[in-house]
């Protein structure tokens, strides 16, 4: 699995284990909720209400029966805060294509039912809650919980990539890409192991190994697009990855909202 999908995924399912209150959306609304029986799956459209761009959001499918309380059947979003906007005059994505939600637009998604089969007889059950969103600006809306799940992941990538970023940025200056890559790649092997080693002590949440195998990933392109050059050549494949990463760090400087600090009771 690629390194930003398998973060992706952390992000989903740790987050469905976090405790849920009540805070309400009000700047997005779920509308155009549909079962996919094929699927075995309830789609659904997010509406932004507000005049920010939405970069995160979580929802929580329910099946609502008559004289029934909800039964939670499946929830959890995504975080595009970090998602890749195409190289320029061409369709190449570093890592997801970025699909913030603009003002007035939508932004179609889907949750699998999983317990909640009877949805299959009685699609008219199906409801979908919005739980959080989040804007560009750092700001949000939801459950306080999740929010901070949100933000404190964001910090967590943002201060780990910091550590590398210059490094990065020194391969556009280089007279021996290969030579200078190999010892970046070689620094980034070894504390990705001292944070497995420190994964097994600790029980921590993964983040760091996740980030630097993203980053690792990242010096294993640059090398192969490079195709054998010794200098970074502008306007190539190599180059907008370095480009790439520096964006979407700046993104994260901004998206990170103000110190999550202890997370909510």
């Known amino acids: 699995m690629p390194a930003s999908r398998a973060l992706t995924l952390f992000l989903v399912v740790a987050s469905l284990a976090m405790p849920q209150s009540l805070s309400p959306v009000t700047s997005a609304v779920i509308e155009n909720v549909q079962v996919d029986t094929a699927r075995e799956a309830v789609r659904f459209d997010i509406r932004n209400l507000s005049p920010q761009r939405i970069t995160a959001f979580h929802a929580v499918l329910s099946e ?143 983040l760091t190994r996740a980030t630097l195998e993203q980053l690792q990933e990242t010096v294993r392109q640059i090398v192969t697009y490079s195709n054998g050059h010794t200098r970074l050549q502008p306007g190539t494949p190599a180059a907008w990855l370095i480009t790439d990463l520096e964006q979407r760090t700046e993104r994260l400087m901004h998206g990170i909202g103000t110190d999550p600090g202890p997370a909510p009771q």
């Open 64 to 206: 609502v029966g008559p004289n029934e309380p909800p039964k939670f059947c499946n929830g959890g979003g995504q975080d595009m805060l970090d998602w890749s906007d195409p190289m320029p005059g061409t369709n190449l994505y570093v890592h997801m294509h970025r699909t913030w939600i603009e003002p007035g637009t939508t932004l179609r998604s889907e949750r699998y039912w999983l317990d909640c089969r009877t949805l299959r007889n009685a699609p008219q059950h199906a409801h979908v809650e919005l739980k959080l969103i989040t804007f560009e600006d750092g700001t949000g809306e939801g459950d306080p919980n999740l929010l901070y799940f949100f933000f404190r992941t964001r910090k967590l990538v943002l201060e780990e990539r910091l550590k590398w970023l210059p490094r990065f940025l020194a391969l556009r200056n280089s007279s021996n890409l290969t030579d200078d890559a190999g010892p970046l790649y070689r620094d980034l092997t070894k504390a990705k192991y001292d944070a497995e080693s420190d994964l097994e002590r600790s029980r921590s949440d993964g």
